[in-house]
């Protein structure tokens, strides 16, 4: 089947949420781009429920085809999920992947932040060609963030407090994993060769995976990396409360402010979840230009809390929506996350301070920018702009409206749509999706060969569940005896 080359809707919005709809429009295309928009009279019949918006993207993920729940690990606090890790079975990479940038696809999702859990540390460049290839085949956009790690494995802070918590037989494992798989030196050289494979849908980043797991030493050199090459940095930022604890303990002076002196804020930074940051913390990532991926649904199932949006508003944040592989129907749902956001941010800002159009922009335009490394600016579908086009069907939406042209349908599509509505996904001119079905890759084929290698894996090397719950334990009772300094009571943000 060719790819088209134009695409007949009755309404553009070109700036949702800012400027009106366009009415009935042909969108031509070509090159992968937008080559003109031309008003017609009337929609064709088959157009006549359609609407064209800018495509919405994953500011951070981490493209894991088996979703957590699949292999068992239950929704808790992250310091006690984390091990529970431990139960995905080691697949092949390219159908880790492939399956999960599919079912992103049939999201509505056009580009995403792919913050790479790696299964085999010495494996992390094929690991890399898989997920290359996966973009490619899928047709979406990614950007491959190269992890870096080194301290704080397992707990935060000595290790010998939480083993003394645990049997002798469990040490020695848990001091392996405080070991890291791979030097400074050789991550950094990795970036540039994974970077080798960099095509129109991959690109590289570094990804520090957070400070508290990863030393000044190697952030300082991701920052003046970063500097040279032009390279975007993702990282997480204090998820948890125990992490924003951690940080004020071993950084009195500021854990942000410290981080700037080294030279890691900047316009090139995301950082993900950011459910901790006080207000100080909010104006000086703003001033630097630094972006925030909010991550809604997987705050709620990680008891992490919701985005301190008020201060993110007060500052003038920028920031973009991730599902982190958690979206919270376990549906990758781009358009649902959306909606949840919303209604959080509806809440808690009695300013009202935030719109439609806003969260389009937050959603089409700075994440997209935090993936791409493209200039924010004004999302907005015009010709030469990327043909990344999602197209919705509106006639489960509208089915008990009253009215047949409501003037209200950009707010509708965000009370109501889903991801059952989508009629086309376009990325670079590509039909990704068509009818709410991936196009580009058999996904239910996918997800069969996926799950008969990761039953097959599981039955070869099975989970140690025993000393995954005595592990879990452990964590808890080193909070409560008081050898984590890190659990401190602390304001909510978002109250």
């Known amino acids: 089947m060719r790819e088209p080359t134009q695409i007949d809707v009755a309404q553009v919005y070109a700036r949702p949420g800012v400027q009106p709809p366009l009415g009935p429009s042909r969108l031509h295309l070509a090159e992968g781009r937008i080559a003109r928009i031309e008003p017609l009279p009337a929609p064709p019949a088959a157009a006549r429920h359609r609407i064209a918006l800018p495509a919405p993207c994953d500011a951070h993920d ?40 599919a079912r992103m696809a049939e999201g509505g999702i056009a580009a995403a932040n792919h913050c790479h859990n790696t ?31 080194g301290r704080n494995n397992v707990v935060y802070g000595p290790l010998s407090p939480l083993l003394a918590h645990l049997p002798p037989a469990d ?25 080798e494979l960099s095509h129109e849908g991959f690109s590289v980043q570094y990804g520090p995976v957070g400070p508290q797991w990863v030393d000044d030493q190697a952030l300082a050199s991701i920052a003046q990396a970063s500097a040279d090459s032009g390279r ?74 919701m985005p301190p949006w008020r201060r993110y508003l007060d500052a003038g944040l920028r920031f973009g929506l991730g599902l982190d592989g958690m979206s919270l129907d376990d549906d990758e749902d781009m358009l ?14 009695g300013c009202e301070r935030f719109s439609l159009g806003d969260l389009f922009q937050a959603v089409c335009g700075h994440g997209r920018a935090s993936i791409t490394g493209e200039t924010p600016g004004d999302v907005e579908l015009k010709p030469g702009a990327p043909a990344d086009i999602l197209v919705l069907d509106l006639r489960h939406l509208t089915r008990d409206r009253l009215a047949e042209e409501p003037s209200d349908l950009l707010a509708l599509v965000v009370a109501r749509a889903t991801k059952r509505d989508i009629q086309h996904l376009l990325v670079a001119g590509r039909t990704v999706v068509h009818e709410a079905h991936c196009r580009s890759v058999s996904l239910p084929a996918l997800e069969a060969a996926l799950l008969a290698e990761a039953r097959a894996a599981r039955q070869r090397h099975p989970a140690d569940d ?27 943000p978002w109250t």
Not at 131 to 147: H, K, S
Not at 176 to 186: F, V, Y
Request: hydrophobic fraction near 45%.
């Open 232 to 305: 975007r940095v993702h990282m997480h930022l204090f998820e948890t409360r125990q992490q924003r604890a951690w940080a004020d303990a071993n950084h009195p002076g500021g854990l942000l402010k410290h981080l700037d002196a080294i030279g890691l804020l900047s316009p090139r930074l995301t950082v993900a979840h950011a459910v901790w940051l006080d207000p100080a913390d909010c104006a000086l990532l703003a001033e630097r230009g630094v972006m925030v991926s909010a991550n809604v649904s997987s705050n709620l199932r990680l008891r992490s809390g």
């Open 119 to 149: 299964q085999d540390g010495k494996a992390l460049l094929q690991e890399a060609q898989g997920v290359a290839r996966a973009a490619r085949d899928v047709g979406l956009r990614i950007a491959f963030a190269v992890p870096f790690a």
């Open 62 to 101: 981490h493209g894991r085809g088996l979703r957590t729940l699949a292999f068992g690990a239950q929704d808790q606090a992250l310091e006690t999920w984390l091990p529970e890790l431990a139960r995905e079975p080691h697949v092949d990479p390219y159908l880790r992947a492939v399956v999960a940038f």
């Open 171 to 195: 040490h020695a494992r848990l001091i392996a994993q405080r070991q890291p798989s791979r030097t400074l030196q050789e991550n950094l050289a990795l970036v540039d060769e994974i970077a």
């Open 336 to 349: 649902r996350e959306m909606r949840l956001a919303w209604h959080q941010l509806s809440t808690v800002d």
């Open 466 to 492: 025993a000393a995954i719950t005595r592990l879990q334990g452990a964590l808890r009772a080193h909070a409560v005896c008081g050898c984590a300094p890190f659990f401190s009571e602390r304001e909510t």
